[in-house]
């Protein structure tokens, strides 16, 4: 079954950083681009990063940019958020989804919550 | 950055009724557009893509129209599974991948 399962998240300070990971698994991971999308409590959802399925092109919302870093490694199937310099403003559940052609976002993990907190 | 705003932004409805939710674009964004549902604690589902073109598996009752600035997903004959938030996406003027604002539909 194609999946993504994601981990990583928890509680952290204000300033603190964390780095998020998300496991794909039954599909070609390095054929694809991947994403990530947050949604903060109660709240819509957020386009957080983009990163091609080669590692060329990376993108981040204006919200997070110089604080966030996406990146992936196709050997191990995987994707990462590191997330510094996190602010309250930051709490949300963070979800890895990839992208089709065109980046219709087609397959979702569950998601992991991050709390930033003090 | 490019606006998309969907109406209404909550809506009620019955099993069975005919529903549909409008998405509007601040500038054209040709047929780069999906919809989402996602149910409570759950993750965003593609339903609709390219304005109009059904995800494998999504029941034939939901349907996608529009291009340039409007776009509409209409749901016919409601269930009760279909109860949940719909989200629009534009996929055409990038970073950002815009998403709207959602429309919560509930059961009457």
């Known amino acids: 079954e194609v999946q993504l399962v994601e981990s990583g998240g928890g509680l952290v300070q204000p300033g603190g950083s964390l780095r998020l990971s998300c496991a794909a698994s039954?599909?070609?991971?390095?054929?694809?681009?991947m994403n990530w999308v947050r949604q903060a409590p109660g709240k819509g959802l957020e386009w957080v990063s983009y990163?091609?399925?080669?590692?060329?092109?990376?993108y981040y919302a204006d919200s997070v940019k110089g604080r966030f870093t996406i990146s992936r490694d196709n050997a191990k199937n995987s994707l990462y958020l590191q997330v510094n310099s996190l602010r309250a403003e930051d709490t949300a559940v963070y979800y890895c989804?990839?992208?089709?052609?065109?980046?219709?976002?087609?397959?979702w993990g569950k998601g992991t919550p991050v709390t930033v907190s003090s | 950055d490019l606006q998309l705003t969907q109406s209404p932004s909550f809506l009620s409805a019955s099993v069975g009724d005919r529903v549909t939710i409008t998405c509007r674009a601040s500038?054209?964004?040709?047929?780069?557009l999906a919809w989402y549902q996602q149910k409570p604690g759950k993750a965003p589902k593609l339903l609709i893509y390219?304005?109009?073109t059904l995800q494998s598996g999504v029941p034939s009752r939901f349907s996608g129209s529009g291009s340039g600035t409007e776009f509409t997903l209409t749901i016919s004959g409601l269930q009760p599974e279909d109860f949940a938030i719909y989200y629009c996406?534009?996929?055409?003027?990038?970073?950002?991948?815009?998403f709207g604002q959602g429309t919560k539909l509930e059961i009457k």
């Open positions: 989804a990839r992208g089709r052609p065109s980046n219709y976002m087609d397959v």
């Open positions: 039954d599909f070609t991971f390095s054929a694809y681009s």
């Open positions: 990163i091609s399925s080669s590692s060329g092109t990376m």
């Open positions: 500038q054209g964004i040709s047929s780069y």
């Open positions: 390219a304005a109009s």
């Open positions: 996406q534009q996929l055409s003027s990038y970073p950002p991948y815009t």
